[in-house]
């Protein structure tokens, strides 16, 4: 049943090329018919299925997360930024030095988490990075210790 629908989701190449679309709709064939059909109830089943407006906005907004800037010292005092959804998780990660770790913080532990902030969207948070990465290495160290004081 799969490879069938998957063939026939588009009803326009059962149509010669001479024929048009209209034609290829309306073709007197068993199996185009057939397939119609069981195009129809399975668009009506999954139809029955959708949520109502409401829930659906709520999962969509559910799905959105929050991301965090951080700052990361290593042994040989240089500085990283990044960023992620769970800093923890993140930090974790990069001490293991595993596949998922920064290769740039590979080999270079201990390493320190020195700041993090809440940014909001993904987006806010990649335009946050690049912002912190343009900044001078005293600057960097400012705002390391102007979030030390609060």
């Known amino acids: 049943m799969t490879d069938l629908v998957v063939e026939t989701a588009n009803p326009h190449h059962l149509a ?39 829930q659906a906005v709520t ?12 700052l990361i ?35 270079k532990g201990p390493l320190t988490l020195m700041y993090q902030e809440q940014v909001g969207t993904r987006s806010d948070a990649l335009k946050r990075e690049i912002a912190v990465k343009k900044l001078s290495r005293a600057q960097k160290l400012a705002l390391i210790e102007s979030a030390e004081q609060r």
């Open 73 to 107: 010292r290593c042994a040989n005092g240089h500085l990283y930024t990044g960023i992620t959804t769970d800093v923890t998780r993140r930090f974790n990660e990069h001490q293991s030095n595993g596949p998922k770790a920064a290769k740039y913080l590979r080999g």
């Open 16 to 54: 010669s090329p001479k024929q048009g679309a209209s034609q290829a709709q309306t073709s007197n064939k068993p199996e185009a018919v057939a397939v119609e059909q069981a195009l129809d109830s399975e668009q009506a089943v999954t139809s029955d299925q959708a949520f109502p407006l409401d």
């Open 59 to 70: 999962a969509e907004i559910v799905q959105a997360s929050v991301w965090y800037l951080y």
